[in-house]
């Protein structure tokens, strides 16, 4: 199949392919366990509050950077490629949801392992959480390859969607969803601010269950998806 070319495209630049989000996990990583190390030092009660307040450490999430670049990249740099090579809107689109779906069932997988290992080694050693935060979930162990790989695929999808975006309606797409962004996030606070109970109801929102969270993520994946499938089909490339 032709749309295996679009894998091994993907695959030349190996820095870029898992270099860059190995590198960034393995930095974040690295900047918790020094953190862990200067704990240490503070004695026991200085690290069990660490740990409690790591639950919602966020440095799992220099993985998403790379990745929602490399939905950049796929769509900016190896789309018009692929295309002057004579592959077809199709093949392309084939291949690239394999290489998306490969992505997000290796990370995934490294996520929950390293979860595991960090649970199973009192956070390395030095009681700290890097793995096993909100984030990667709360629950059992498929909890976290369900989130995590439900979150890596729309973070990759998203960046695809958002250049496709970019090449078919230029710089208006850009100045029009920065404006929708603002305007959303200004409606927010001004709801917090000056509505009764605005705040509470937001509180709940963002606080509810698992499974609800985990729809909202599979709604924007699917969104996204389904707005890089339209686009890749129109958009033009130079």
């Not at 190390?37 to 919602?56: D, K, P, T, V």
């Not at 909890?143 to 970019?166: D, E």
């Given at each position: 199949?032709?749309?295996?070319?679009?894998?091994?495209?993907?695959?030349?630049?190996?820095?870029?392919?898992?270099?860059?989000?190995?590198?960034?996990?393995t930095?974040?990583?690295?900047?918790?366990?020094?953190?862990?190390?200067?704990?240490r030092?503070?004695?026991?009660?200085?690290?069990?509050?660490m740990?409690?307040?790591?639950?919602?450490?966020g440095?799992?999430?220099?993985?998403?950077?790379p990745?929602?670049?490399?939905?950049?990249?796929?769509?900016g740099?190896?789309?018009?490629?692929?295309?002057?090579?004579?592959?077809?809107?199709r093949?392309?689109?084939?291949?690239?949801?394999?290489v998306?779906l490969?992505?997000?069932?290796?990370?995934?997988?490294?996520?929950?392992?390293?979860?595991?290992?960090?649970?199973?080694?009192?956070?390395?050693?030095?009681?700290?959480?890097?793995?096993?935060?909100f984030?990667?979930?709360?629950?059992?162990?498929?909890?976290?390859?369900?989130?995590t790989?439900?979150?890596?695929?729309?973070v990759?999808?998203?960046?695809?969607?958002?250049?496709?975006?970019?090449?078919?309606?230029g710089?208006?797409?850009?100045?029009?969803?920065?404006?929708?962004?603002?305007l959303?996030?200004?409606?927010?606070?001004?709801?917090?601010v000056?509505?009764?109970?605005?705040g509470?109801?937001?509180?709940?929102?963002?606080?509810?269950?698992?499974?609800?969270?985990?729809?909202?993520?599979?709604?924007?994946?699917?969104?996204?998806?389904?707005?890089?499938l339209v686009?890749?089909?129109?958009?033009?490339?130079?």
């Amino acid at each position: 199949m032709r749309s295996r070319n679009v894998i091994d495209m993907h695959l030349v630049n190996r820095m870029q392919a898992f270099g860059w989000p190995l590198f960034a996990v393995t930095l974040a990583l690295l900047v918790i366990l020094g953190v862990g190390l200067i704990m240490r030092s503070q004695g026991a009660e200085a690290q069990a509050g660490m740990y409690m307040g790591m639950e919602w450490n966020g440095a799992i999430f220099a993985l998403l950077g790379p990745l929602i670049g490399y939905g950049f990249t796929s769509m900016g740099q190896y789309f018009p490629l692929a295309l002057g090579l004579g592959l077809t809107r199709r093949e392309f689109a084939t291949g690239l949801f394999a290489v998306f779906l490969g992505n997000a069932v290796a990370y995934s997988a490294l996520i929950t392992i390293g979860k595991a290992i960090e649970k199973a080694t009192d956070g390395f050693g030095l009681h700290v959480r890097f793995f096993d935060v909100f984030y990667t979930g709360t629950g059992p162990w498929w909890q976290t390859l369900v989130q995590t790989f439900l979150l890596i695929l729309t973070v990759l999808f998203l960046g695809a969607a958002i250049t496709s975006a970019f090449q078919r309606f230029g710089q208006v797409f850009l100045w029009l969803s920065g404006a929708v962004l603002a305007l959303t996030a200004l409606g927010i606070l001004a709801g917090v601010v000056f509505l009764d109970g605005f705040g509470r109801a937001l509180l709940e929102l963002l606080t509810m269950g698992w499974g609800p969270w985990m729809g909202v993520i599979a709604l924007i994946g699917l969104l996204s998806t389904s707005a890089w499938l339209v686009l890749v089909r129109r958009t033009q490339v130079s």
